[in-house]
């Protein structure tokens, strides 16, 4: 939990105690955070129980009157989380062993006090796997841990990992692999084996959560008969929101906007400038929700398949798309399932190896081999589910399809607008993924949904809080903000709410895009931002418009000086984008701290991994 995630929700404090505990906060890790709460806890349990009013809003909260440390009769549950979906299984572990009597304490992998880890005895861990095989952003540190020289050995640990990822990238849930097998590499004894759970999370997570409790039951029930006293006390939230991931609002369309290019057709498969580029600006209504987001979240939208596709799909395979299919206990025609509640854009490795299977073909059959992952990684990352079908012909029946395929999963889009400025409403910048492959027109799932929205529609939606991407509750301190492209879209939301909030820290903005007449996203608002104050510096990168690109890695190293002088005087610096441009930030960090503070590579990475770790670092990367 960095010293910025916490939000009160109606204060009894005034402002000037509030800002005084605001500093005191600021910039502390996960460890002495939870220090400060178990003190501020046990203060509060002498002047009696809390108002409900007064609900914490956590990150990473201890679920129930457990101790605040490791014992032997207290499972802890550590999540490592990108999008939420792990978050959200630890949870619901979490609370199915709370109402079971047992002691439990959950914990953000960043919050975990790692010198607390050789004295767990019964400890489960539950991370995704984001891109190609690397941890969430705010379980890097314990990764590093865990896997480096400091870890302890852990003979007396009893645990379980439950991985969640996609299987459309190679390295499917490489982060619980590798973390499962370095704690028994440690001594630790694996209770059983890890779980991997693809995009239908539930399908695997739900009896993995089953066999977690029922050995925790077993382990603590003998040991859970005497909690110590001194505990961390959780305030819990007083208002539950009506929606959520799994109860969507109907937000009705406000404005659909186009960002960027030249020759706008209309929608459907749109066809625009040189640079082939359709940015929208979206402007959806929260009005009744009771949805609430802070700048740095994302919206969840529940996205309908493009009507092309699935028609494509239909027609490929020559099947009807009224034909009624059972599954799940649910009963709809073909095409409803293939529109609303199947996966057609992602593929993943187990429906290829089905398919594989129905046409017999050794092409496929080869790509699937071990050894293969780069050629496999090279065919999910270029192929849809109908290029495969066109290429590989196979029989496939109804029934047979909607089983194999896996249920459609929400996409994430960054937040771009503050609530102080916007009201009831909630603004996206849209990138509509629209080209030619193989032949054919391709449209993006949800980028070609919300893109398509006309006045009336609606889209189903629901707020994924993202606490790890907040403004620093410091209102002086200065802020750096890297968003290349629709990277750029929470910093629209920071801005608007540092002047909201008449923030009196710096903000520095590095933007990049191919083209400068085409692709400068909200253009005329940062030129405003910058006349008016609420900007104070802006440097940008379009990569396409000179004979040598430059990209927004270059103007970092470009400013090195002044970047470095910023973060030693405590600025908070915020990556949005693409992975392998964070990667590439990343690297021209390190070389900035390597040229400017006169140090190693190793010392240089210790470095940012510190402001990582303190909440200063906060990456959102997709």
Known sequence: MSATSPALAPSPLPDERKRLLAQVVDGLDGASLWWVSGYAAG??????????????????????????????????IVYGSQTGNAKRQAEQLAAAAEAAGLGVRLLRADAYPTRELARERLLYVVISTQGEGDPPDDAIGLV???????????????????????????DFCGISRRLDARLAELGANRLFAVGEADLDIDTVATPWREQALAQARELLTSEHAAVPSATVTPLRPANVPAYSHDRPFAAELLLNQPLSGRNFKGPGFLQYGAAGKDVRHIELSLQGSGLHYEPGDALGIWQRNPAPLVEGVLRTLQLDGEQAVSHDGQ????????????????????????????????????????????????????????????????????????????????????????????????????????????????????????????????????????????????????????GPGTGVAPFRGFVQERAETAASGRNWLFFGAQHFNQDFLYQSEWQEALRNGELHRLDLAFSRDQADKVYVQQRLRESGRAVYDWLENGAHLYVCGAIGMGKDVHAALLDIVIEHAGVDADAANDYLTRLQTGGRYSRDVY
């Open 43 to 76: 203060l509060a349990q002498a002047h009696g129980p809390a108002s409900p009013q007064l609900a914490l809003l956590p990150p990473a909260a201890v679920v129930s009157a457990a101790p605040a440390g490791a014992t032997t009769s207290t499972l802890t």
């Open 331 to 482: 009963t709809l025609p073909l095409r409803e399932w293939l529109a609303g509640k199947r996966e057609l854009n992602k593929l993943a490795r187990p429906l290829l190896a089905l398919h594989a299977a129905q046409s017999r073909s050794d092409e496929l059959n080869d790509l699937l081999a071990p050894g293969r992952n780069a050629a496999l990684a090279e065919l999910l990352n270029t192929h849809q589910l109908i290029d495969v079908l066109r290429r590989w012909p196979a029989h496939w029946d109804a029934q047979e399809l909607v089983a194999a395929l896996r249920p459609l999963a929400p996409r994430l889009y960054s937040i771009a607008s503050s609530r102080k400025r916007v009201g009831e409403e909630v603004h996206l910048t849209v990138d509509v993924l629209n080209y030619e492959a193989f032949g054919y027109a391709h449209l993006g799932a949800a980028s070609g949904f919300l893109s398509s929205l006309q006045d009336g529609d609606s889209a189903p939606v629901y707020i994924e809080a993202n606490e790890r991407f907040r403004l620093p509750a410091d209102g002086a301190r200065d802020v750096l903000m890297i």
């Open 144 to 170: 590093e841990f865990i896997s480096g020289k400091r870890a302890p050995r852990l003979p007396e640990l009893r645990y379980a990992v439950l991985g969640l990822g996609d299987s459309s990238y190679a």
